[in-house]
């Protein structure tokens, strides 16, 4: 049997360490809130940030570079960008950056000596906010994964269950309010920083009742090295493309679109045409991007070197819980912020990239956590004493050997449905609904679930939210029949004009998609 620690009461549980996290988790605790911050991995070093440099937007409401960034977004965002939601997450990542200045982050500096707030050292800033939240009073649960969401019996959520990595203990947190902040999906893909990812904020939010959007804009994928785990992709457009016999490609416009010739064969690269200012800069403003090369002996500016594309999903992607203008979710007590919400309004059909995303996760935690501690006050002391239940519909049952060998069986073959270019790049219906049949099976079969272990019953419940969000994304593929964005159906190849409006899913034992038509009253001049 495994043991159960004790209950925590609080008032605001936080879910995830990321920037949007840490964001929501301080918010909350300004507001006067007491507040948990719970994290699967180590809050510092867990998710995508963490994994190196971060670009983001910092400019001024009415100046010139704000106006060309939020154009860039509506164009970029191919009819689904709302220029009033760019307007406020950049209005609030701007006041979070001056926020972060005055508590003393060590932002990195111009040459000449001016601090230069368009990149937060991941690593660096998230220590940095650890450090501040400790001190604070925040408490901080390190490797504990959130296996399920508490319901109160109004259907408000009011807390969670945890389950310690290292012990098996069940941990239970009472809450008056829950920020999701746990990521997006990538698919257990193997790009940096992205094995945490897993789906599980989608799962835990729609069995609360949550609704989703724009999952099927999740064919994101990044450019790395076949030997690295590095997706980023700037710097290869200064790169030459060839395939295995020499013969250079050319890749007019997104370097995505070397996926085409990937199906045919290897494809390498060399980044020959960067000068020798830009070698350095990129050298220092993202050394990670470099170490492969140095341990391999390779010099990407004059050797070519065999490039993959990496799946990248929801992280980089646009889907996500469905949240108002101020992180709240449809369900009482439930707020999502960074890539568990999703970024339809502020990316559109493609991928915000660094800048954008990182404003979007700094902004949306820090409403989330000061909608959640609102949230929470209104409820006032009552919240710890409501009767509550799972909302969870499968419990794993604990008994017998370990299934490791059972488990990872079932995650590959996720794997198997979601990464290969010929089904998560470029889509069809009939992959589509190959797609379909066999993750309905997954999803259905209930011999791997029975846990031997707590560490099971850890990588069960990845494996349901694995399924779940793969499930999602192919009913949203399905139903929207065109080619926008990320989102490619080669027997839908052109873009349908009077299709630029959301798809909402959800569901579990029995997906759904659907499109929602009040949106096609919303412009994106409002």
């Not at 007491?34 to 510092?44: E, N, Q």
């Not at 100046?63 to 509506?74: D, G, L, Y």
């Not at 980044?271 to 170490?291: T, W």
């Not at 192919?474 to 009077?498: C, K, M, N, Q």
Request: hydrophobic share 40%; net charge neutral.
């Amino acid at each position: 049997m495994m043991r159960q620690s004790s209950t925590a009461t609080v008032d605001v549980a936080v879910i995830g360490g990321g920037p949007a996290g840490c964001l929501a988790a301080w918010n909350a605790h300004q507001a006067g809130a007491s507040v948990i911050l719970i994290d699967k991995g180590y809050v510092g070093t867990s998710g995508a940030m963490a994994a190196g440099n971060n670009t983001i937007s910092d400019t001024l409401r009415g100046t010139k570079e704000r106006e060309a960034t939020v154009a860039q977004r509506v164009n970029r965002g191919l009819g689904f960008v709302r220029r009033s939601v760019v307007e406020d997450v950049l209005d609030q990542a701007r006041a979070n950056l001056d926020a972060f200045a005055a508590w003393g982050y060590d932002f990195p500096t111009y040459e000449d000596g001016r601090p230069y707030r368009g990149m937060l050292r991941g690593p660096d800033f998230l220590r940095f906010m650890r450090q501040r939240l400790i001190k604070a009073g925040v408490r901080i649960v390190d490797h504990t994964p959130v296996e399920e969401l508490l319901l109160a019996d109004d259907g408000a959520v009011a807390g969670l269950r945890a389950r310690r990595r290292r012990s098996g203990e069940e941990v239970e947190i009472r809450a008056g309010a829950v920020v999701i902040a746990a990521g997006g999906c990538a698919f257990l893909s193997g790009g940096l920083g992205t094995n945490n990812l897993t789906g599980d904020s989608y799962l835990m939010a729609v069995e609360a009742g949550a609704t989703l959007s724009g999952m099927e804009f999740s064919g994101q994928y990044g450019i790395s090295p076949v030997f690295s785990s590095v997706t980023k992709g700037v710097v290869y457009f200064w790169g030459t493309f060839s395939d295995a016999a020499g013969n250079e490609i050319h890749l007019p416009g997104d370097r995505q679109n070397v996926a085409r010739n990937l199906l045919d064969g290897p494809v390498y690269a060399v980044l020959d045409k960067a000068s020798e200012r830009l070698q350095q800069g990129f050298r220092k403003g993202q050394p990670n991007i470099f170490a492969p090369f140095d341990r391999m002996g390779i010099d990407p500016f004059r050797d070519r070197f065999e490039i993959t594309l990496r799946h990248e999903g929801t992280v980089r992607g646009t889907g996500g819980i469905v949240i108002d203008d101020r992180a709240a979710t449809g369900i009482r007590g439930l707020f999502a912020a960074g890539d568990a919400a999703t970024r339809q309004a502020m990316a559109g059909a493609t991928s915000g990239g660094g800048g954008p995303n990182a404003a979007w996760a700094l902004a949306t935690g820090s409403w989330a956590g000061e909608g959640a501690a609102g949230f929470a006050r209104r409820l006032g002391a009552h919240h710890a004493t409501r009767r509550v239940r799972s909302a969870r519909q499968r419990t794993p049952v604990i008994e017998g050997p370990g299934r490791e060998v059972e488990i990872r069986t079932v995650i590959d073959r996720i794997r198997g449905e979601t990464l290969p270019l010929e089904k998560g790049f470029f889509r069809s219906g009939k992959s589509l609904a190959d797609n379909r049949t066999v993750l309905e099976s997954l999803w259905r079969d209930e011999t791997w679930r029975r846990a031997g272990t707590g560490h099971d019953a850890a990588r069960i419940r990845e494996a349901e939210a694995l399924i779940a969000t793969a499930r999602w994304v192919t009913e949203s593929a399905l139903l929207r029949r065109e080619t926008r964005g990320v989102h490619r159906r080669i027997d839908f190849a052109e873009t349908d004009p009077t299709l630029a409006v959301r798809i909402e899913s959800g569901g579990l034992d029995a997906p759904w998609a659907v499109y929602e038509p009040e949106l096609q009253k919303e412009s994106i001049a409002s």
